[in-house]
């Protein structure tokens, strides 16, 4: 089966703009998760969205915020983005929120100018 | 909050050897998994072990959850594995989707 798709793969930005990235979960999976990775910063855990409910957020700043749809697809944004927002933003699923294998996409790739 | 520690940092080896990646973490998790984030970004599945041992063809790795320590072997390595390897734990209670990583252990592999 399919795995899980984000678009757009990469985009790049100016500074005060605002973005849209987007997720399309496994099959069947319910919970999607974000995560930013930076060279500098690793892997960072943003939120995580379950029955269109946001379940978890990490300690990132109100600008970027993320909703789940009724067909478990997810979007995050991004708005008045920041030279330190360049990075890969990465989304996974899985099947529930206990415990089990999280599966991630291929990511995108953001560039702030 | 949990501290997730991956050593060596930094390793390369000759085609054919092996190797021992090592993740220790803070305190008790419940699921922990290894990746490999290949050469485009994305984390490969390799293991979900939070205890135990699997092995899956080259690839092995264990879980002491008591001693708060997991390994992943590479046998006989290959160009291929070059890479980035992820180990990431969740705390007791924590879901799934809230992964606490690891700085990761970048491979060389030469030929």
């Known amino acids: 089966k399919a795995g899980v798709t984000q678009t757009p793969r990469y985009l790049i930005k100016t500074r005060g703009q605002q973005v849209t990235l987007s997720c399309s979960p496994i099959?069947?999976?319910?919970?999607v998760s974000w995560y930013q990775q930076t060279p500098g910063q690793g892997l960072q855990f943003l939120f995580e969205?379950?029955?269109?409910?946001?379940?978890n957020k990490g300690n990132f700043p109100g600008r970027f915020s993320g909703r789940q749809f009724s067909n478990s697809r997810s979007e995050m944004n991004v708005s008045t983005l920041e030279l330190g927002d360049s990075a890969l933003y990465l989304c996974?699923?899985?099947?529930?929120?206990?415990?089990?294998?999280?599966?991630f996409g291929e990511g995108s790739r953001l560039t702030v100018l | 909050g949990i501290q997730v520690e991956q050593s060596p940092p930094d390793l390369i080896l000759q085609e054919g050897a092996n190797s021992t990646l090592r993740c220790n973490f803070s305190?008790?998790?419940?699921?922990l998994q290894w990746f490999h984030q290949n050469p485009w970004g994305q984390l490969i599945n390799l293991f979900y072990i939070p205890s135990g041992t699997k092995q899956n063809g080259r690839l092995s790795a264990t879980t002491v959850a008591t001693e708060r320590y997991s390994l992943l072997y590479i046998s006989s390595s290959q160009t291929t594995d070059s890479g980035v390897y992820f180990c990431?734990?969740?705390?007791?209670?924590?879901?799934?989707?809230?992964?606490?990583f690891g700085k990761g252990t970048k491979l060389s592999v030469k030929p």
């Open positions: 969205y379950f029955s269109e409910t946001q379940r």
């Open positions: 305190d008790s998790v419940n699921n």
């Open positions: 990431a734990v969740t705390r007791p209670g924590g879901s799934q989707g809230n992964l606490i």
């Open positions: 099959s069947g999976h319910r919970s």
């Open positions: 996974a699923s899985s099947f529930s929120r206990g415990a089990g294998e999280l599966f």
